[in-house]
């Protein structure tokens, strides 16, 4: 059982694999793909902007801690000069312990504005290379098109296509089916022509008629066979009493007489 599983799971697994073959279209695969890298530049586009507000948020936070920083120096410069020099060590105290903040602040300034130009350059890379990808894409969707239109012309012109193979096994058919009439209809007039079938039209000769038409016809060549020899032999008379001369009226008369004799004779 384990062996049928197996060998069931694999002819399974071949006859999908052909099917999706035969439904894939590189076309499709290709923009699949195309959309795909666009939706990833749009993450690392939307995470730049997420670095670079960061970035600004530090960056005001920053300014006020400065403000503050200063106020506070301005306060104890103030307080000693009035001689209150706790307000001023208080004033000096809150304003170290904001130093400390604006240091830590500065720190991660830094931090979010490297991952910033580290994602800007990563963010311009990936558009050369989706913006090359678009070119080669086009390109290949080009060549592809062509190829197939190119290989259904080719098919047709060679009758394996399915519309042209349709259209050959019809006029294959029709042939056929001629051919068998025509073969039928020789068949038919060689019983009829020899009396094997009768012809009940009341057309077809009997066979005495068709012997004596037979007959006609072969006594026929006999006399346009004789006749052609007479005019052969009248032509050929003709020319020796020229060459020989005209003669006396007996001789005329004499070879008129032999030529009637041999006609006779024929």
């Known amino acids: 059982m384990s ?43 939307r995470g730049v902007a997420d670095v670079a507000t960061s970035r600004k948020r530090l960056e005001l936070q920053l300014n006020q801690l400065q403000s503050q920083s200063s106020k506070l120096e301005d306060q104890g410069r103030k307080a000693l000069a009035l001689g209150r020099e706790d307000l001023a060590r208080e004033a000096l105290s809150r304003r170290a312990a904001l130093q400390q903040q604006v240091t830590d602040l500065e720190t991660q300034h830094q931090t979010l504005q490297g991952e910033e130009e ?30 197939q239109a190119q290989t259904r012309i080719a098919e047709s012109f060679s009758g394996i296509s399915e519309e042209m193979s349709d259209v050959g096994v019809a006029i294959q058919r ?21 009396g094997a079938l009768d012809d009940q039209s009341g057309l077809q000769k009997d066979d005495i008629q068709a012997e004596l038409d037979r007959l006609s016809g072969g006594t026929d060549v006999e006399l346009e066979l004789q006749r052609m020899k007479a005019e052969l032999a009248g032509g050929s008379t ?15 008369a004499q070879q008129q007489s032999q030529s009637q004799t041999r006609f006779d004779k024929s």
């Open 3 to 45: 062996g049928v599983m197996k060998r069931m799971g694999m002819i399974f697994r071949a006859k999908a694999n052909k099917a999706l073959d035969r439904a894939e279209d590189p076309r499709e695969t290709l923009d699949y793909s195309y959309q795909k890298q666009l939706e990833l530049l749009q993450k690392v586009r």
């Open 118 to 147: 580290k994602l800007t350059l990563a963010a311009q890379r990936l558009q050369a290379k989706v913006d090359a990808f678009r070119t080669k894409k086009e390109t290949i969707k080009a060549t592809y098109t062509a190829a």
């Open 174 to 194: 029709a042939e056929d089916k001629t051919a068998q009439l025509q073969a039928r209809a020789g068949a038919i007039d060689e019983l009829l022509a020899s």
């Open 238 to 252: 003709s020319q020796q009493a020229l060459e020989g001369g005209a003669g006396t009226p007996q001789d005329q």
